[in-house]
C-alpha cells in the first residue's frame, strides 16, 4: 500500500467485505484537516482489484482538492463497491456496506457517484447516519447531479469568457462525452443557451433521447474527442484526456463532470502547450458535493448552495487568469491553491 503509486499519505484505507451480500469495497480517507471526509459512493465492474483501490485512492484524493477549493468544512474520501460478478440483492448489499461506512465512525460521509442512485442512500440510512444525498429527512438534498450539472454549466460559460471572449454560447458547438445523470442535464442547459450538441454514449437509449429532445448529433464513444467543436465535456469515466487522445482533440476548451479526466498529470501542461483550456475538474464539477455538503450542515440552504456555485466561478476565474499570467497550466495553478488551502507544501 505505502508504495502504491496513488497512495498521497492516505489518513485511512478501509477494506471491507461481507460474504453473505457479495460485499467487496474500498473506502478511502484521504484528508480530514478541513472537516470529516466525504465523497460518494461508486459502484462498479472493475477489471481487477487493484483498479478499484486505484480509483478510490485517486478519486479521494480528488475530493481533498475538491472540497478545499469550494470552500467546504469537509476533507475528501471515497469509497468504491466492486460490483458481484454474480446476482446480487441490491438492497441487502447495500445494507452491509452502510454497515461498513458505519465502521469507520464518521471519518467519512458518503453520497452518490456514479453507479450508485438516491435509493441506495436510503438503504445506506438504515445502518448509518454517516451518509447525504437523500431525498427524504429534514434536509434532503437528493441526488447531487443536477448540480454538478449547473456547476459545469456555469464553469463552462467561465472558459468561454476567457478563452473566446463570448458573453453568450449561443452557436458554439460542443462535445459531451456521457449522458448520464450529469451529462444529460448538462446538455440541457446547454440546448437551452443555443449550443450545437455532438454526444455519444454507451447506451442507445439515452442517445435517442438527446437526439430526439435535443437535436443532439450521435457520435461513437471512439470519436467523440476528435470532433470539430468549441467545448469537449468528459462527462463518462476518468481519463478522457490522454497522450492518446489529446493529439486529437480539436476543441479549444476542455470543461467536463468526469473526475479524474487527465490520464497524468502531464496532461495539464500538454493541453496548455496545444493552446487548450482545461477546466480542473475538481474544481468545476463541485456543484454536486456543495449541494451534499447543504445537507450535512443539517439545514438545506438553496441560497448558501447558490453562493458556493457563485464562488466555484470565481475560483475558476482566477485559475485561468493567473495560468495564463504566469504561463503556466491550471492544473499548476489550482493543486497549488488547494494543497495551500489545506495546509500541504507543494
Ligand atoms: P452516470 O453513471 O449517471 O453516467 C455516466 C454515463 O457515462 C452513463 O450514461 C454511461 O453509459 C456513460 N459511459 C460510460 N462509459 C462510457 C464511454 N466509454 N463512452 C461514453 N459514455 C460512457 O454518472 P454521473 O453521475 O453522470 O457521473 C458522470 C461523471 O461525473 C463521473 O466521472 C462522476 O464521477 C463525475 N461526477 C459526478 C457527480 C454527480 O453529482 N453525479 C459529481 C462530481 C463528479
Not at 462525452?177 to 439515452?206: F, S
Not at 467523440?224 to 476548451?253: F, M, N, Q, W
Not at 454536486?288 to 457563485?310: F, M
Request: charged share 20%; proline share 4%.
Amino acid at each position: 500500500m505505502f508504495d502504491h503509486p496513488d497512495y498521497d499519505d492516505h489518513e485511512g484505507v478501509h477494506v471491507f467485505t461481507d460474504k453473505a451480500t457479495g460485499l467487496r469495497a474500498i473506502i478511502a480517507v484521504h484528508n480530514t484537516t478541513l472537516g470529516p471526509s466525504a465523497g460518494g459512493t461508486r459502484l462498479w465492474s472493475y477489471i481487477n482489484q487493484d483498479d478499484a483501490l486505484t480509483d478510490a485512492l485517486r478519486l479521494s484524493k480528488a475530493m481533498s482538492y475538491k472540497n478545499a477549493m469550494a470552500g467546504l468544512e469537509l476533507g475528501g474520501g471515497k469509497a468504491v463497491i466492486l460490483r458481484p460478478e454474480t446476482m446480487f440483492d441490491r438492497d441487502a448489499l447495500f445494507a452491509a456496506y452502510g454497515r461498513a461506512v458505519e465502521a469507520v465512525g464518521g471519518a467519512y460521509i458518503t453520497a452518490e457517484d456514479v453507479g450508485v442512485s438516491p435509493d441506495d442512500m436510503r438503504i445506506i440510512k438504515t445502518q448509518t447516519d454517516y451518509v447525504a444525498g437523500l431525498d427524504t429527512g429534514p434536509a434532503a438534498s437528493g441526488d447531487p447531479s443536477p448540480v454538478t450539472a449547473e456547476g459545469v454549466f456555469r464553469g463552462i460559460k467561465v472558459a468561454v469568457r476567457h478563452k473566446f471572449g463570448l458573453e453568450s454560447l449561443r452557436g458554439l458547438r460542443v462535445a459531451v462525452q456521457g449522458l448520464g445523470h450529469v451529462g444529460y442535464a448538462l446538455c440541457e442547459h446547454l440546448h437551452g443557451a443555443g449550443c450545437q450538441l455532438v454526444v455519444t454514449d454507451i447506451n442507445r437509449a439515452v442517445l435517442d433521447k438527446a437526439q430526439d429532445e435535443l437535436g443532439a448529433m450521435l457520435v461513437d464513444p471512439q470519436d467523440i474527442h476528435k470532433e470539430t467543436v468549441d467545448i469537449y465535456a468528459p462527462c463518462a469515466l476518468g481519463g478522457a484526456v490522454s497522450e492518446k487522445t489529446l493529439p486529437h482533440i480539436r476543441a479549444g476548451i476542455i470543461a467536463g463532470a468526469a473526475n479524474n479526466q487527465l490520464a497524468t498529470p502531464e496532461m495539464g501542461e500538454a493541453c496548455r502547450q496545444r493552446g487548450i483550456l482545461y477546466a480542473p475538474d475538481y474544481v468545476i464539477n463541485a456543484g454536486g458535493i456543495i449541494n451534499v455538503a447543504a445537507e450535512v450542515s443539517g439545514t438545506y440552504d438553496p441560497n448558501w448552495v447558490r453562493g458556493k456555485l457563485e464562488g466555484l466561478e470565481t475560483t475558476l476565474k482566477s485559475i485561468f487568469d493567473e495560468a495564463a499570467e504566469h504561463q503556466v497550466a491550471t492544473t499548476v495553478v489550482a493543486d497549488s491553491m488547494a494543497r495551500a488551502r489545506l495546509g500541504l507544501s507543494d
